[in-house]
């Protein structure tokens, strides 16, 4: 053999055999493989260039190309169990495709590429979709819905301001940008619009140098023949001889498992770790890898151990339903040359997205046919190969495809015609294959059938509509039956799903109609039109069925098949008719073809019968629909129908008799089979083939169904009307009496006594009366009369809207749609209705406009019995409601076209009227079994078409030219019998029976229009018009007269029942005035009790200043009164007292972070909750939906559920009663505990005592008593506490002794009830087990920690819901809310007597020591760790704690109380002054703030400015102010707002002291002084540390001493600003489409692959997460979370709101197990929501919705809003929320 070259690895050139190639690579690169100039030896590398120059002095090109590949391919491609994937790519790039790309250019690659990249982007888009990707499609400009834009051209181009549809791709389809045949305008985007930057110049692509393109058809050639080769190569041990080299023959085998759609996950997961033994984690990547490859190297050995492995495989996959996974083995070498030719397709792929003259060469190389003919050319090779290929190969070949002849309009027609040619096979093989559609190369047709030009071409050319209908008559022979027709019995629905691909490339097609029509295009079109004919003549009479009798019928027929091909059939067949009506010669054919292939089809019945009526005589065949075989199915007849209008329309039916003299017409013959249908729908009806099952009635459902209607229900009326136009009206009628069975019911012969048999009949008559009104009225098509398409669809809405105001999607569902899925509704809607704006929760809705009523139509055709009763009871209420009369008569119908003019004879024939008589006739002999209402409506409705037939023939042509004549008909005698009468006489005395009443104000309409045709008939006999005029001014003065009584006795009747009213109302209030005299008392007492209910801020109280003052001295009293509840469950009323059982309140408490100022933070479960983070992280909050129970009764309640959940196994409970969930008995909210109810305390003080007191214990006197008791408590604790904190020196010489604290004013303690004590235990270790999420333990010293906590936090929680509301503090909060806040006030204040006092006083001491100046307690935080308002609250409820005594149970006295209080929060408020103050030091520059002078010179200005001096001075000067005083002073004013607003809730709930007026309204001005006041504060906070300098200043020093607060200072750290920004959800765009860009740009940071991905987007913060994919779960403690479950643990304390970005959903979700889906607050023109884009409409943000959204957040709701949609929505299976 020759000399093989030097080879290249890693840009090294080794000499030698490759065995020693990786030991070199080892050697050479360190072992990292990293490449280098020379090698370890210090042998010069080959570079790429020298290497092309080799390649180029070899005779051949493709022997040297292909031994290259044998000796490096290999060494490269090792290792296919575990890739090592960068290394492979860098070895591939720099052994073959480098020097390969050296080889091409000449040059180096990087500057010949640049070149070409400059040079410009095609002016064809050509981006491949990849499965989940958003589309979008403009309605105005697409030539069909399958033309789409990506997203990027989409937003650059002209169709973003048009009608656009969004939609989410399956996969395999490609940007049409740039192709002017897809767009009637604006086909070019900015992006690719000739001139714009990168783009070609016009018309002129950069042309390769002929040498270059030499070198491309010397390469080329080898390449695409390796990768043909190597694709389609079927040896599992041998490779071709070419690439195979004698040191290559070892033994190294890959068992390979490739990918099907018929294994699920787990069951391969299952066969994988039974047959290889492998970890469970090993067997997912395995599978998930072959899911995603569609193939996976499972195990590396010999080939014997390789075999076993398969064998082993496809033992454990097998089972009864299911055929083994499909298991090669195969060599490593064949593993590398496949995988290897893929990586070339792509290499490929790159190099022809830079030139259109690549593509050129690549597809004539592709389309050249080879030496052996009997071989076809490689394109062929890999289209017949495609069905035989795994996922990931098709994948790559089918974007090689899509970027070479999709590209190029002239090859993409080559393509075509061999796409065409192998037709056949290549669905053949895609129907038995079980991959998806999108990666078979049978979805090229959309991309070819839907060109205009290439359509026709295939047309012409290859007969391609033949070739469609063949193959689909080729794949169905297996269904068909002994006579022909197709049986689809035992059907296989995955096969059937795959043939209806067959029909939809039919509808591809077709889908675009001519403008030209050569001979040879209507000669090719003709000849498929024949051969679809077949199909429909297997079609025609298919699955007939045969009514059973006695026995329920067995097993229930496949009946969805056929009615699945009749749906997918429906556009085509319509477009059939639209081609052949393009031409009037093709139409005629066409029309001649049909009808000889009907009567082909229509079997000749040997048996005839004669039957007689009236004086008619029928001769027809024998035939009974109740007991003969009869099938819904008949496309050939409804084909034929719809070409006869076809043949209307253009005018050609006037020479009908030419091409079909009237005895081959055979109309009776036409008529037979849809009158057979509509007979068999009126037996259903009438209950005659129940035993026939649901499979009938759902048949039936489908025949009238918008789905199906225009090609089975309306196609059929058209034939019956076709039928009634050509045959004598009597013989019609004739006909249709025999088929319904009912020739014996109108022969007056006495039908049985069965009752059964007299309903059957009843129905029967009712169901032929309507097809009789719909054949003579129904006239909405184009052709039967001079309507249009816009008519027909504006008739289709004012119906719909008759029944009730309709939402656009509910209209567009409730039309048919077109081949371009379009209805035609937007452009006549604005007509005929006025849309009317959605609210916050409801959608938008069209309401008819009142002109428009007078076309609505009771016996409606489209209309379903359940439509019809209610549209009708809504038109009746609204005429009743005008004061008008009840009766609907028929609008007057458009004139029947030339052709159809023959049908209103069938209204005035002997036999209609004689129908008409003989229901009116039973009536009237009150033979109440024979007859119904419905009928005798039917029978009006009749009539008025009649009369209204006649009055428009009068009106228009002279009378004695007018042959219709209905009135002369109706006026005769029935018979010649003495009692005989005529319909005129029978309608008179119908109006005086009392069944008939509601049809009354009808009949008179009749008889009216009677009067009305009788005066135009005389009118032109009369020959004085003198005399004409007065008889007619007799007749009209006596109509009018008759309607005049008739109105005014309407009148009389309307106006007696409102008197009659008015009297029961006057004499029901003189009773309640004389109760309420009689019981003056209770009424009084009552209407005090109701009032109370009211909050206790609008009682009446002396209207002094200190009654408004909540703290000190001067504190008002409490407003406390007598609290009567009702507890819910047992209704029984009880007063809430202390020493009474206990009552409770539904309540939930949950972890939040609707307050938290830093989202990202990990939460961490704190070991020491006492002190609250600065940033309100995580917070524990309770709310309450406001009912109450008594905690007895609760106990019960809660244990019953216990109960039935336990018997309910089952079943998917809403509520986790593991973790003390239920819902609420009253309103069904989620609950997870309940508050017990405790009485507020009053409290009054003596003015003089607090005088006496204010004077006697000043601040600094307090703080001594206090360190004094502290000091005492810890000489008398345990040995081990007494160093918890360090007391100066001072106290220790203090004029205060331990007992000083009780000589200020002390009293008993309170004594609860045992009932509310337990209750108060239940309810704080809830609050401690769900914060903490921990086990329950009543002992732990956090429980009290816990509930100030959740105190403090529902607090801050409710004041920053009101401040973002815009609400006043006091009076706006829900009931709900008030009673919850209230009970939880309350019980946190009670809770400390159910623990022992020291453990409170040890929390008390650790919390004073933030703001006691000479307290000293290790491990106490800086005042920039903390939140101070949690500190109050858990100071004051503590304090009490301090009065502890051995031996006698104290609290302080009010006085006391009122100190303590007002001295806490004064210390508290100056700790958070300081704080503002602190972290204000980032503030902006002061110059873009105006100020006043009277601002700079405000006292408060002049009193900041000192003291951020004395800060400055404490602090080394690291605090230095940058702004002014005023400024300053502004910030604190803004920052301390929100704590003073919390306190002032705290301290109203806690003592009930009402607040200002001021407080009650919501104007800002006098906001902050009434605060002030309430709170005891002055409005210059800066007199607080003015007043108590001496005694602040140590603890003004220790704060700002505090290493953390320098180290904030000095910019080492970092802490939030006042006032806390108030958290909102994230800001969403306008247009829903720059959501779905961003989603599309969304890259998984955990996968590298370019698969689908499922963004979601967190509305709290942001972030972008990877959904639905196994990517991205995470395990925490051995279990596995899905991301969004993941991230909302940290982010929103497992609360979450996530938008599912490609389906227009959101998610919410509480905890691991609990999630719903919720509509996205996004919205189209008419104000829907569109979930999974299923209609594709520009969408828009709607702020109420989302304003809506951010309160339910806020108020904590979203764990009750789950609860009630899972309420709603019970389904029994479980979805897995954890894994989402």
């Known amino acids: 053999p020759p000399l093989l070259p030097p080879q290249l690895v890693s840009g090294r050139a080794v000499a030698g055999p490759s065995s020693e190639t990786v030991s070199f690579l080892k050697m050479a690169d360190g072992g990292d493989g990293t490449a280098g100039v020379t090698g370890a030896d210090g042998a010069l590398a080959m570079k790429p260039p020298e290497f092309a120059w080799w390649w180029d002095e070899k005779m051949d090109f493709h022997i040297a190309f292909l031994q290259h ?801 209610k549209a009708e009871h809504t038109q009746k209420k609204r005429r009743m409601q005008e004061n008008r009369d009840e009766a609907l008569p028929p609008p007057t119908p458009p004139e029947f076209s030339a052709a159809f003019r023959n049908v209103v004879k069938v209204l005035n024939c002997d036999i209609m009227m004689h129908i008409l008589r003989t229901v009116l006739q039973r009536a009237l002999e009150l033979e109440s079994h024979l007859w119904t209402e419905a009928m005798i409506q039917m029978v009006l409705h009749l009539l008025a078409l009649g009369l209204l037939e006649e009055k428009q023939q009068l009106e228009k042509i002279p009378e004695e030219k007018v042959t219709f004549d209905f009135y002369h008909k109706a006026s005769r005698m029935g018979s010649s019998a003495l009692n005989a009468m005529n319909i005129l006489m029978i309608l008179e005395k119908l109006k005086g029976i009392q069944q008939l009443e509601s049809q009354k104000d009808m009949i008179n309409w009749v008889l009216q229009m009677f009067e009305t045709i009788k005066r135009l008939r005389e009118k032109s006999h009369l020959p004085a018009i003198a005399v004409a005029s007065a008889s007619e001014a007799t007749k009209v003065h006596e109509v009018q007269s008759t309607q005049d009584k008739e109105k005014a006795e309407r009148k009389r009747k309307a106006e007696a029942a409102r008197l009659h009213r008015q009297k029961i109302m006057a004499q029901m209030s003189a009773l309640q005035k004389n109760f309420i005299e009689t019981h003056k008392l209770l009424y009084e007492n009552t209407q005090e009790i109701q009032g109370r209910d009211v909050m206790e801020e609008e009682s009446t109280l002396p209207n002094m200043d200190y009654s408004r003052i909540a703290l000190g001295p001067q504190r008002g009293p409490s407003f406390t009164e007598k609290e009567m509840l009702t507890c819910i469950l047992c209704q029984e009323e009880q007063e809430v007292r202390m020493d009474s059982a206990a009552m409770v309140l539904s309540a939930c408490v949950q972890r939040s972070t609707t307050l938290t100022q830093n989202r990202r933070k990990v939460l961490e479960l704190s070991v020491d909750p006492l002190f609250m983070d600065i940033d309100l992280s995580c917070g524990i909050h309770t709310g309450s939906c406001g009912h109450v129970m008594h905690a007895a009764c609760w106990q019960k309640y809660f244990e019953a559920i216990q109960l039935n959940s336990r018997q309910r196994l089952h079943v998917e409970q809403v509520f986790d009663l593991e973790n003390g969930e239920y819902l609420c008995p009253l309103c069904k909210s989620l609950c997870n505990t309940v508050i017990p109810i405790i009485p507020l305390q009053p409290q009054k003080i003596n003015s003089e005592d607090a005088d006496l007191v204010a004077q006697l214990l000043p601040l600094s006197k307090w703080i001594e008593i206090v360190m004094a008791r502290i000091y005492g408590y810890s000489k008398k604790g345990p040995q081990g506490e007494q160093q918890t904190f360090l007391c100066s020196k001072e106290m220790e010489n203090s004029s205060s002794d331990f007992h000083s604290i009780l000589s200020f004013g002390v009293q008993p303690l309170d004594r609860y009830s045992n009932s509310i004590k337990e209750m108060v235990v239940l309810f704080a270790t809830a609050i401690y087990r769900i914060g903490l999420k921990t086990a329950p333990n009543e002992g732990d010293p956090r429980i009290p920690m816990m509930t100030w906590s959740t105190c403090a936090f529902t607090i801050q929680c409710l004041e920053n819901l009101l401040e973002d509301e815009g609400k006043p503090l006091f009076g706006c909060l829900q009931n709900r809310q008030h009673s919850g806040l209230k009970a939880l006030v309350q019980f946190a204040a009670a809770q400390r007597t159910t623990l022992p006092q020291s453990l409170i006083q040890q929390h008390l001491v650790r919390l004073l020591g933030v703001v006691l100046p000479g307290l000293k307690v290790e491990d106490t935080p800086s005042l920039l760790d903390i939140d101070l308002f949690h500190v109050l609250v858990g100071a004051i409820l503590s304090f009490p704690s301090l009065y502890w005594e051995d031996t006698v149970d104290l609290q302080p006295s009010s006085i006391s109380s009122a100190c303590n209080h007002l001295y806490l929060f004064h210390l508290v408020t100056m700790a958070h002054i300081t704080q503002i103050i602190l972290t204000s030091t980032m503030a902006l520059s002061c110059t873009e703030y105006p100020s006043t002078q009277e601002q700079e010179d405000s006292e408060e200005a002049h009193a900041v400015d000192s003291f951020s001096k004395e800060i400055c001075r404490y602090t080394n000067g690291w605090y230095r102010p940058t702004v002014p005083g005023w400024y300053l002073w502004d910030c604190i004013k803004k920052g301390i707002s929100s704590y003073l607003r919390s306190a002032a809730l705290f301290f109203h709930y806690l003592l009930g002291v009402p607040p200002p007026e001021e407080l009650l309204l919501g104007s800002e001005e006098s906001h902050f002084k009434a605060l002030c006041s309430y709170l005891s504060l002055p409005t210059n906070l800066f007199l607080l540390f003015q007043e108590h300098w001496n005694i602040v200043e140590p603890l003004v020093q220790r704060w700002c001493t505090d290493p953390a607060v320098l180290n904030f200072l000095k910019g080492e750290r970092t802490t939030i600003r006042f006032p806390r920004k108030r958290n909102k959800l994230v800001e969403l765009p306008e247009d829903y489409s720059c959501l779905l860009n961003q989603g599309s740009q969304f890259r998984c940071p955990q996968s590298s692959d370019d698969e689908p991905k499922y963004p979601v987007m967190c509305l709290f913060c942001g972030a972008m997460l990877c959904s639905l994919t196994s990517c991205c779960q995470e395990m925490v403690n051995g279990e596995e979370f899905g991301p969004c479950t993941f991230h909302s643990a940290d982010c929103g304390a497992g609360v979450g709101i996530f938008l599912k970005i490609k389906d227009c959903r959101l998610m919410l979700m509480a905890g691991k197990n609990r999630g719903c889906f919720y509509p996205a607050p996004y919205l189209d023109e008419y104000g829907e929501t569109d979930p999974n884009l299923s209609r594709g409409n520009p969408l828009q943000l709607c702020h109420e919705r989302y304003r809506k959204l951010h309160l339910l957040w806020q108020q904590h709701c979203i764990i009750e809003e789950i609860a009630r949609n899972q309420e709603t929505n019970q389904v029994f299976f479980g979805f897995n929320w954890q894994l989402i």
């Open 69 to 869: 590949l044998a000796r490096v391919i290999p060494d490269i491609y090792f290792d296919e169990m575990d890739p090592l994937l960068e290394k492979e790519e860098e070895l591939a790039q720099m052994n073959i495709l480098y020097p390969l790309e050296w080889y091409l250019f000449g040059e180096d690659p990087d500057i010949s590429l640049e070149k070409l990249r400059q040079s410009g982007t095609p002016q064809l888009c050509g981006k491949v979709f990849k499965m989940g990707e958003t589309t979008y499609s403009c309605r105005d400009c697409a030539i069909d819905p399958t033309c789409v834009l990506c997203v990027d051209c989409f937003q650059n181009s002209i169709h973003k301001n048009h009608r656009y549809k969004m939609n989410t791709s399956t996969g395999g389809g490609f940007c049409d940008c740039g192709d002017t045949e897809a767009w009637k305008a604006g086909p070019l985007c900015a992006n690719h619009e000739p001139g714009a930057a990168g783009t070609m110049k016009e018309n002129s692509e950069y042309q390769l140098n002929e040498e270059l393109m030499a070198q491309a058809r010397k390469i080329f050639p080898s390449v695409i023949k390796y990768i043909v080769d190597m694709t389609v190569w079927e040896e599992e041990k041998e490779l071709p001889l070419e690439l195979m080299t004698s040191a290559q023959k070892m033994d190294k085998y890959y068992c390979v498992l490739f990918n099907d759609e018929h294994h699920s996950y787990d069951h391969v997961i299952y066969s994988l770790q039974r047959a290889l033994g492998c970890e469970l984690g090993e067997a997912q990547l395995y599978t998930n890898a072959i899911d995603k490859e569609g193939r996976k190297a499972v195990m590396k050995g010999t080939y014997v151990s390789c075999q076993e492995a398969k064998e082993e495989i496809k033992k454990h996959s097998k089972n009864v339903s299911q055929h083994p996974l499909t298991v090669k083995v195969l060599h490593a070498n064949i593993m590398s040359h496949q995988k290897f030719a893929l990586r070339l397709g792509s290499w490929l792929n790159k190099l022809m997205s830079y030139s259109s003259d690549f593509r050129q060469i690549f597809c004539q190389t592709c389309l050249k046919e080879e030496i052996d003919a009997e071989k076809p050319c490689h394109i062929s090779t890999l289209m017949l190969w495609d069905a035989n290929l795994y996922k990931g190969a098709r994948k790559v070949l089918h974007e090689l495809i899509f970027s070479s002849f999709f590209m190029e309009m002239e090859y993409k027609k080559l393509f075509a015609m061999e796409f065409v040619k192998h037709y056949k096979t290549l669905q053949r093989d895609y129907i038995r294959d079980d991959h998806e559609k999108q990666i078979s190369v049978t979805a090229f047709s959309v991309q070819i059938f839907t060109v205009p030009t290439l359509a026709r071409h295939l047309i012409e050319e290859q007969n391609v509509i033949t070739v469609i209908t063949e193959t689909l008559l080729e794949e169905l022979p297996e269904y068909l039956d002994k006579n022909g027709k197709f049986n689809f019995q035992g059907y296989s629905q995955e096969k059937l799903s795959r043939v209806y691909a067959v029909i939809c490339d039919l509808k591809y097609i077709l889908i675009s109609k001519p403008t030209v029509w050569t001979e040879k295009l209507q000669k090719q079109f003709l000849e498929g039109f024949r051969s679809f004919l077949k199909v429909l003549s297997c079609m025609q009479g298919m699955e007939e069925i045969k009514r059973q009798i006695g026995q329920h019928i067995e097993v229930e027929p496949d009946w969805e098949a056929a009615i699945a091909i009749q749906m997918q059939l429906k556009n085509v067949l319509l477009m059939f008719q639209e081609w052949c009506a393009c031409d009037e010669k093709l139409l005629v054919t066409a029309y001649k073809e049909c009808h000889a292939a009907v009567l082909r089809c229509s079997a000749n019945s040997c048996f005839r019968e004669k039957i007689h009526l009236c004086g008619h005589t029928l001769d027809s065949k024998h035939f009974k629909v109740s007991a003969d075989p009869v099938s819904i199915h008949l496309p050939l007849s409804r084909m034929l129908a719809g070409l006869h209008i076809q043949l209307v329309k253009t005018g050609a039916i006037s020479g009908l008799q030419e091409f079909i003299s009237s005895e081959e017409f055979q109309v009776q013959l036409l008529v037979e089979y849809p009158l057979r249908c509509l007979a068999l729908v009126a037996q259903v009806a009438a209950e005659m083939w129940r035993r026939n099952g649901l499979s009938l009635i759902s048949q039936m459902f489908y025949y009238q169904d918008v789905k199906c209607r225009e090609e089975m229900f309306d196609k059929d009326i058209i034939l019956l009307q076709v039928g009634a136009a050509y045959m004598d009206p009597n013989s019609f009628l004739l006909l249709v009496l025999q088929r319904y069975e009912l020739l014996d019911a109108f022969k007056n012969i006495m039908p049985t006594k069965d009752q059964d048999l007299n309903k059957q009949c009843n129905t029967l008559i009712e169901e032929m009366l309507q097809v009789l009104i719909y054949i003579v009225g129904e006239r909405y098509v184009p052709g039967v009369s001079h309507v249009t398409k816009d008519d027909i669809t504006m008739r289709e809405i004012i119906h719909l809207l008759c029944i009730e105001p309709m939402a656009h999607s509910a209209i567009a569902k409730s039309l048919p749609k077109d081949e371009n899925n379009e209805t035609g509704m937007e452009s006549v809607i604005h007509k005929v209705a006025l849309f009317k704006k959605p609210g916050v929760s409801c959608h938008g809705v069209y309401e008819l406009k009142d002109e428009c009523l007078k076309e609505f139509n009771i016996f409606f055709y489209h209309y379903t019995k359940t439509q019809h009763s």
